[in-house]
């Protein structure tokens, strides 16, 4: 019931700046929370930032000081700004959303199709 939409990826030279956008959309649902994973090659899948509805802020220890999440003033849309990227946060990146589906009557975890950045070498 809660689909999630994600824009942004491509490459970006290591240094470089970029940012993901991700919008919920659905009805009948509230918004808990929402944020980024990332999944390297090879490696698990890893919180990358978090924000919750009240504005707190999680941050993956990799990307502390560099990455920031941010909520816009559209409803239901954060923003990952990635500033100081290096080739190691290489990664298809997807947005998360932590949501009450009163359609369903239960709490849901979506996920959106996944977007990739590539940092090289």
């Known amino acids: 019931q809660v689909r999630l939409v ?3 990826g491509g490459a970006v030279q290591s240094g470089g700046s970029h940012r993901l956008s991700c919008v ?6 509230k918004i808990n929370a929402m944020g ?3 999944q390297a090659p090879g490696k698990p899948r890893e919180l990358v930032a978090s924000i919750t509805s009240g504005g707190i802020t999680t ?6 000081g560099r990455f920031t999440i941010n ?5 239901n849309t954060v923003y990952l700004q990635m500033n100081g990227l290096r ?6 990146y997807y947005c998360n959303a932590e949501a009450t ?3 369903l009557g239960v ?7 996944g977007t990739l950045v590539i940092v090289p070498s």
């Open 6 to 8: 994600e824009s942004g």
């Open 24 to 29: 919920a959309h659905g009805n009948l649902f």
């Open 36 to 38: 980024w994973y990332r």
């Open 59 to 64: 941050y993956g220890d990799s990307v502390k």
């Open 71 to 75: 909520r816009a003033n559209v409803k």
């Open 87 to 92: 080739p190691e946060d290489t990664a298809d």
């Open 101 to 103: 589906d009163y359609s």
């Open 107 to 113: 709490n849901v975890d979506a996920w959106g199709p």
